[in-house]
């Protein structure tokens, strides 16, 4: 057969669904291949949007995503989002063309080193030079795609490879069962645990990733440990949980930072040092850290674990939950009154009855009219704060936020394909102004694939994350603010359907409108981000952790 042919069997194989990109006339033979295979091409607008998405496919379904981009300036467009995968933990494949390696037709026109360029960038980068190699490296490219951590890989196939006549068939997939934890590391885990006075249970990124929640639910009520998240851990455990101690949206001086100052031992299951920390360490050893996590953790200035417990983590959790046994020694009384704080002055905040609407009340409002299953994807600025913040995520992966590269951009395409493999659940995403321009694009992309989907565009009319931030460094207002298209009309361009919120409580009344309307909504929000001063810097520093 064709390599091309072979190079989509060998897709077909791994069990892909769908292929997200543009393609070029590089392309043109695994276009063709793909014209009559069972995988469906998502054709995009920019392949950002396609890199973006296919981050998604992996991160909801465990499975690798792919997208596909033409050589050259379609290549490097991919740049950040394999970067936005590696450090997310998100298995995505990226395939890339380019013009024949046996024989020049145009020269160096277009051509880049794209396999090179992509090396830092993903977990194993390749030329295929030969069709009867397409069986191997496909297989390998998926294996370590997926394997912990999950990330981005790619192959670039040249035109006239792809044209090659080769008998070579797909590789058998293989599961990998992931090792445990020895039972000296648990039972030593268990001791630590034991004599701590007020542990407390930190859940991050690897534990969202890995289908853990039944078991770490399990291991709190077994225990009464309280817990807490990290943002990209958030919805692991059902977050009206009388436990919860609320998520890490900044790195020190919340509410919660009370707790983990007071706590003498963090369990932290499935943290990477990739997202921003939750909290420090210091060489007083005043504060212990146990690691749990698919691998060993990745030392730095402010995160050096003193025990670190390996391996699959359903497993692991299971384990410890089998050990531990509920201590006298343990003192939870001020968990328990920070909770109280917490709940007063992050969850259940009077919100001022001003136009336009504060960040909490927006949250609030979004919070209260989605349903539990909703999945909510976020674009990066100051809102994302906020969401995370005061939000709370009822299951897990209902929340698609990025802390770790925090690129603006995918807030639209992550929610196109959270769409598309979730049909029949109500899907939303929150974008800034600055962020949705970068991709609105997509738009089309939503339109065409006749999606039942919200956007929440949050108008500020600038950069105003960096804004604040040149705010409170005591800079000159400079250089952040812009001009905006008016919204509705842009969104009914695409033929979608435009809406704008112009008073207190439209928000609600036109959101609870748009999710029984199936089409895709654009929903423009005013904000007034003045609260940023007010409470996440004035508030935060008057609070004395003395509850």
Known sequence: MKASDLF???????????????????NLDLLESLR?????????????????????????????????????????NFVTCAAYALLGGMPVLFITGQKPIKKSKQGQFQILDIVRMMKPLTKFSKQIVNGNTIPYLVRESFRVAEAEKPGSVHLELPEDIAAEETDRRPFATTEVVSPRASWTAIQRAVEIIEQARRPLLLIASGANRNETHEELKNFIDTTGLYFCTTQMGKGVIDERHPKFLGTAALSDSDYLHCAIKRSDLIINVGHDVTEKPPFYMDETGRLKVIHVSFYPAQMDDIYFPQHEVIGCLKTNIQKLTQKIKVSDHWDFDYFRRVKVDIDLNVYHTVHKDTFPNSPQRIVSEVREVL?????????????????????????????????????????????????????????????????????????????????????IILRDNAYGMIKWKQAGGGFSDFGLDFGNPDFVKYAESYGAKGHRISKNGELKSV?????????????????????????????????TCLI
């Open 8 to 26: 989509v069997k060998c897709l077909e194989n791994e069990g892909v669904e769908y292929i997200f990109g543009i393609p070029g006339e590089e």
């Open 36 to 76: 009559t295979s069972s995988i469906k091409l998502i054709l995009t607008r920019h392949e950002q949007g396609a890199g973006f998405m296919a981050a998604t496919y992996g991160r909801l379904t465990g499975k690798t995503g792919v997208c596909l981009a033409t050589l050259g300036p379609g290549a490097t």
């Open 371 to 455: 349903d539990s299953r909703a999945i909510l994807s976020l674009d990066n600025g100051t809102y994302k704060i906020w969401f995370a913040r005061n939000y709370r995520a009822y299951e897990p992966k209902t929340m698609l936020l990025d802390n770790a590269l925090a690129t603006m951009g995918a807030g639209l395409p992550v929610a196109i394909a959270a769409k598309l493999l979730e049909p029949d659940r109500q899907v939303l995403a929150i974008c800034g102004d600055g962020g949705f321009m970068m991709n609105s694009q997509e738009m089309e992309t939503a339109v065409r694939l006749k999606l039942h989907l919200i956007v």
């Open 511 to 543: 959101l609870s409108h748009c999710l029984k309307a199936p089409a895709v909504h654009l929903i423009e929000v005013p904000i007034d981000y003045s609260e940023n001063e007010k409470v996440l810097l004035e508030e935060l520093k008057k609070k």
